[in-house]
């Protein structure tokens, strides 16, 4: 019932069928095995919830790392209108209107990391219909966060994007997106979101083309090794809440 309620917010928000969550905040922590039952139970059930209910938030998801990359534990997402709706009020704003309750549950998370992101550029992917609803990332993403040594760096990063990356990723079976990042609050600059529809056919089909980043030959090979990528960065991730079918 209160994910139908989020349906409807996102019909509010879309002009001419384009879902304008422009906005993602990310958080990226582990949590110990003796925490993680009651954490989850809490951060599905209730925070979640609680966050939803706010002005300008459009989605939640909720993914487990380690199934790739060098991320581990959790990546909690949620998506807004813009990067503004995650500022107003700010996360440490919110912290200081936290009840005993919540600052205990966030208490268990272990080595976390943050970053308010303002979209630069989306594309679709062959499977975006499948998409969930609200405009919540696929089953499964696979994040970059990273800083680039250099404006002349950033200059080639940037047209290998517009020109190579995203277009690639446009036409590539089992994607359903990728977004490209900018971050507004965090400790590094950029950030690159894809959307698949499971794990194998991400394995399938982009990870031939990942292996690129170690041929010096290749515009990947080339701009890669260029890049300061987060302790966390890239990270793997299977959707567990939303459920599938959500």
């Not at 909690?76 to 005993?100: C, D, I, K, V, W």
Request: glycine content about 10%; proline content about 7%.
């Amino acid at each position: 019932m209160y994910y139908d309620a989020r349906v409807r917010e996102r019909n509010r928000c879309t002009i001419r069928g384009v879902m304008m969550d422009r906005g993602i905040w990310a958080i990226w922590y582990e949590v110990a095995d003796e925490d993680r039952t009651e954490y989850l139970a809490w951060f599905h059930g209730r925070h979640i919830p609680e966050k939803l209910s706010r002005p300008g938030y459009l989605w939640a998801a909720h993914y487990e790392l380690g199934h790739g990359g060098a991320g581990r534990g959790y990546l909690a997402m949620f998506g807004g209108e813009s990067a503004h709706t995650f500022l107003n009020p700010s996360p440490s704003q919110l912290a200081q209107r936290q009840s005993a309750h919540t600052r205990r549950l966030l208490g268990m998370r272990r080595d976390a990391a943050a970053c308010i992101f303002a979209e630069e550029a989306r594309i679709d992917g062959p499977d975006a219909a499948q998409r969930a609803a609200g405009s919540t990332p696929g089953p499964v993403v696979q994040i970059g966060n990273y800083n680039a040594a250099s404006p002349l760096v950033e200059d080639d990063l940037g047209a290998w994007y517009a020109q190579q990356r995203l277009p690639l990723l446009a036409a590539l079976p089992g994607c359903i997106g990728a977004r490209k990042l900018l971050a507004t609050v965090g400790g590094y600059k950029h950030a690159i979101l894809h959307e698949f529809t499971s794990l194998a056919l991400r394995e399938r089909h982009f990870g031939p083309h990942e292996a690129q980043a170690h041929d010096p030959s290749t515009w990947m090979g080339r701009v890669r090794p260029l890049l300061a990528h987060a302790p966390y960065s890239p990270a793997v991730g299977a959707r567990i809440w939303p459920p599938s079918g959500a």
